[in-house]
Every structure is written in structure tokens, then in C-alpha cells.
């Protein structure tokens, strides 16, 4: 079992920047694929961007030369900078962790981002 501890979220003026942060309880960090999602009320959840145990990355279209997933494998630690900030970003944010095996997810309990003027 792999906790998940997502931090950053906030209110932000459309233009602006905030910066997510997910903590992972594994010693195996480094082993996972990690990834950020987000959702919105009666909506599907979707993905934002994810990083593979390589380094690899891979965004949704709607945030592509906006944000930037990364990992600090020393800390446990996965980013999201997320810049130029517009009203649509709007949306609960979630960490989630998957084994190499791709057996087995893990979810956060997600932090709130709204951009709002």
C-alpha cells in the first residue's frame, strides 16, 4: 500500500502560477510511474501528466508548454508547475502512483486548484 500526500493547491488569478506537490510512502519510488489527474463535478477524471520510472513525460493537450510534471526520487516527491494559469484549470487535482507491474494504482486525496480572478 502506497499513501499518497498531495500539497499546493490554492486560489490563483488566471495568469499565475502554483506549484503541486505529491509525497509517496514507498521505498520503491522510483519503480513507479506517477501521474496527476484532475476532475471537476460531474465529470470524468482526466489526466493532466504523467512520468514514467525513466523520466519519460507525457501531457494532456490542454496544458502542453504549461505545465511541467517532475520527480525527485531522492524525496519521494512528484511536481506539477503549472503556469499561465487559466479559468478552465479549475478542478481538483489527484496524485496517483502505479506499479511497474500496472497491477495495482494508487490515489491521493486530491487538493483543490481554482483560478479566478
Known amino acids: 500500500q502506497v499513501q499518497l500526500v498531495e500539497s499546493g493547491g490554492g486560489l490563483v488569478q488566471p495568469g499565475g502560477s502554483l506549484r503541486l506537490s505529491c509525497a509517496a510512502s514507498t521505498n520503491i519510488f522510483s519503480t513507479y510511474t506517477m501521474s496527476w489527474y484532475r476532475q471537476n463535478p460531474g465529470k470524468q477524471r482526466e489526466l493532466v501528466a504523467s512520468?514514467?520510472?525513466?523520466?519519460?513525460?507525457n501531457y494532456a493537450d490542454p496544458v502542453k508548454g504549461r505545465f511541467t510534471i517532475s520527480r525527485d526520487n531522492a524525496k519521494n516527491t512528484v511536481h506539477l508547475q503549472m503556469n499561465s494559469l487559466k479559468p478552465e484549470d479549475t478542478a481538483v487535482y489527484y496524485c496517483?502512483?502505479?506499479?511497474?507491474?500496472?497491477?495495482?494504482?494508487?490515489w491521493g486525496q486530491g487538493t483543490q486548484v481554482t483560478v479566478s480572478a
Open positions: 512520468i514514467s520510472s525513466s523520466g519519460g513525460t
Open positions: 496517483k502512483a502505479r506499479h511497474w507491474t500496472g497491477q495495482y494504482d494508487f
